[in-house]
């Protein structure tokens, strides 16, 4: 069985007949990520926080995840991982550089992790601006109506778990001639959002000045969080924007694009960046 998924035997009922059978469905397991960090003669370890994710891609996930939280500035300030040897153990701890300055007691108001934060629009916003390192070109990257309508469709081939049980979440980052250069997926959206973001640091991608990141469901603030922080311009959703991403993303000159479908799409802020086709 796939590391994403399992086999569960179910009655199926249909058109007034029921009939079991074997059905696949999302692994959901917590990760819990811990942090070794200080200067090398002193070493101390740190439990950071609890998610529910889908296995796969750990390693991604955290890197992305401390850096769209501000806790390193670079990918490589994370110099390796830790796992338990027994597989019942869903923890992994990052081996921060001894050079990084990491503070425990910053921790505890840090993390959105939810769209009931319990933090005012204006602090969540001013903070992702204190955090993020990018500043974007509200004049640039252009892309067009053509290449981003392809987008959806090439997203969509390639979520290989969503095929398989239907219940999984996907981002997904594109260059500027639509062309898929990774994709990730995940129970939780922001989980799918950091394994992206994870794997383009690993490649030396950071900022993301020159591509699209498009996801399968809405776009929450988070998200825009996230994006903004990894220097991402265009920023397209499947589904909703909510009225904090809008604000982020105007106030973060980035062009967020959602109701993304085969006959078109709503754009929210920042129209400069998508030449559009001729209006018939």
Excluded at 123 to 152: C, F, G, N, T, W
Aim: charged residues 25%.
């Amino acid at each position: 069985m796939s590391h994403f998924a399992e086999q569960r035997r179910i009655l199926q009922r249909r058109h007034a007949r029921s009939v079991e059978i074997d059905d696949h469905v999302v692994l959901e397991e917590p990760l819990e990520i811990k942090l070794e960090y200080g200067p090398a003669a002193r070493r101390e370890r740190y439990t950071l926080a609890v998610t529910m994710r889908t296995p796969g891609h750990d390693e991604d996930l955290i890197r992305g995840f401390l850096f769209t939280e501000g806790i390193i500035d670079r990918p490589e300030q994370v110099a390796g991982f830790e796992r338990p040897e027994s597989s019942e153990d869903h923890t992994v701890t990052a081996l921060l550089d001894p050079d990084l300055v990491f503070l425990p007691d910053r921790q505890q108001r840090h993390f959105y992790t939810s769209s009931s934060c319990g933090v005012c629009g204006k602090a969540s916003i001013d903070m992702v601006h204190q955090v993020s390192a990018y500043r974007l070109d509200p004049a640039v990257p252009v892309i067009s109506e053509k290449v981003l309508m392809q987008m959806s469709d090439r997203m969509r081939q390639a979520q290989h778990a969503f095929d398989l049980t239907g219940g999984i979440h996907a981002a997904a980052l594109f260059d500027l001639n639509g062309q898929v250069a990774c994709t990730r997926e995940d129970v939780g959206r922001h989980n799918a959002v950091d394994k992206l973001i994870g794997w383009a640091g690993q490649q030396s991608l950071l900022p993301l000045s020159n591509s699209v990141v498009m996801v399968s469901g809405r776009a929450g603030f988070e998200l825009i969080q996230k994006a903004v922080v990894a220097g991402v311009p265009l920023f397209v959703a499947v589904g909703a924007p909510s009225s904090l991403a809008i604000e982020l993303a105007e106030r973060s000159d980035m062009t967020l694009v959602a109701f993304m479908r085969d006959h078109g799409f709503n754009v929210y802020t920042h129209p400069q960046r998508i030449r559009l086709d001729q209006d018939s």
